[in-house]
């Protein structure tokens, strides 16, 4: 099993949609989680770290959910632009185990 | 630009051959991270620096793979013998805040032919 499991996709949604992605992770003792947004062939960009409170910046919504293990995403009003791959990512003795990413396209 | 900078940005290189990327920090950030990333993948950690200590090294970093930060600000990825399977984007990485967001680099892709 990977350490942190992402579903691949592709989403593909309309603009405005809402949608929500999942990442699942193995290690308990993990503090520090995050959401990255990759563009194609381009580096990853922080999108948001993930407190345990849950924490919104504008359209997006992280939350971290201990008991079972995952952290999600909420995109309200997708837009256009928010087409791209999304990484988690979990810190493990400072290094960050990520994800394989999940695909999302936002159509017209 | 305050960012992570990386050079070269590609390189194609012929198999067996040696090749060397370097990966200038945020100044701040005491710590420097090196990733590597294949098609439809997370990027795969390599390695961490703290100031110029090497702290830790993934399984994946063979014995044909070298990192230093001599003085603790940019550092070197060197790659010996190249092979075919080398082939990937690597990514730097740094951080320095109490949070541990991490920051990366535009990533070095590698061809070996």
């Known amino acids: 099993r990977k350490e942190v499991e992402q579903d691949p996709g592709p989403f593909n949604v309309p603009e405005g949609a809402t949608v929500a992605f999942n990442c699942t992770y193995s290690?308990?003792?993990?503090?520090?989680f995050f959401w990255y947004r990759q563009d194609c062939r381009k580096e990853p960009k922080l999108l948001m770290s993930?407190?345990?409170s849950g924490n919104e910046d504008g359209r997006f919504t992280a939350q971290l959910n201990r008991a079972s293990q995952y952290i999600s995403l909420l995109i309200r009003d997708s837009k256009l632009s928010d087409s791209a791959t999304y990484l988690c990512?979990?810190?493990?003795?400072?290094?960050?185990?990520f994800g394989s990413g999940t695909r999302l396209l936002v159509r017209p | 630009d305050t960012g992570v900078s990386q050079d070269p940005r590609h390189k194609i290189t012929k198999r067996g051959q040696n090749v060397t990327f370097r990966c200038d920090p945020i100044s701040e950030h005491n710590r420097l991270y090196w990733y590597r990333q294949t098609l439809g993948q997370g990027p795969e950690f390599l390695t961490y620096?703290?100031?110029?200590?090497?702290?830790?090294k993934s399984r994946l970093l063979s014995d044909r793979f070298s990192a230093e930060r001599p003085k603790g600000s940019f550092s070197t990825l060197e790659i010996q013998r190249t092979e075919q399977g080398d082939s990937a984007m690597y990514l730097c990485?740094?951080?320095?805040?109490?949070?541990?967001?991490?920051?990366f680099g535009p990533g070095t892709r590698l061809t070996v032919l």
């Open positions: 990512a979990v810190e493990s003795s400072y290094k960050l185990i």
């Open positions: 993930v407190y345990s």
């Open positions: 990485a740094s951080s320095g805040g109490l949070g541990g967001e991490q920051f």
């Open positions: 290690n308990s003792a993990s503090q520090s």
């Open positions: 620096f703290q100031n110029e200590a090497q702290l830790e």
